[in-house]
Nanobody, 120 residues
Framework: QVQLVESGGGLVQAGGSLRLSCVASGSILSSFAMGWYRQAPGAQRELVAG???????KYPDSVNGRFTISRDNAKNTLYLQMNSLKPEDTAVYYC??????????????WGQGTQVTVSS
């Protein structure tokens, strides 16, 4: 059974930084593309960072240059480094595993989420 467990969320002031971690069970981290999504209250869940099996990354304009996704296959851990945080980054952040080697489509597996709150 695949498990994705996030950690690292919390409360931070605008302009600050946080690093989220996602520990994955089994070999899923090294086998498939992975991503970080977020969902703010009343909003749709959106992809904020993706990394392919070949470590090609993608970001939406809203976080490009501020967020960095990375993976450590030896530790079965996915990371999201978030810098220059803004109040609009406040959301529940989810780790996700795709069903392919590239980022795209609907992820197959999800973590339980971790809250990130950015105060102004």
């Amino acid at each position: 059974q695949v498990q994705l467990v996030e950690s690292g969320g919390g409360l931070v002031q605008a302009g600050g930084s946080l690093r989220l971690s996602c520990v994955a069970s089994g070999s899923i981290l090294s086998s498939f593309a992975m991503g970080w999504y977020r969902q703010a209250p009343g909003a749709q869940r959106e992809l904020v960072a993706g990394i392919s099996r070949g470590r090609i990354t993608k970001y939406p304009d809203s976080v490009n240059g501020r967020f960095t996704i990375s993976r450590d296959n030896a530790k079965n851990t996915l990371y999201l480094q978030m810098n220059s945080l803004k109040p609009e980054d406040t959301a529940v952040y989810y780790c996700a595993a795709f069903q392919s080697w590239i980022v795209g489509g609907t992820p197959r597996f999800w973590g339980q989420g971790t809250q990130v709150t950015v105060s102004s």
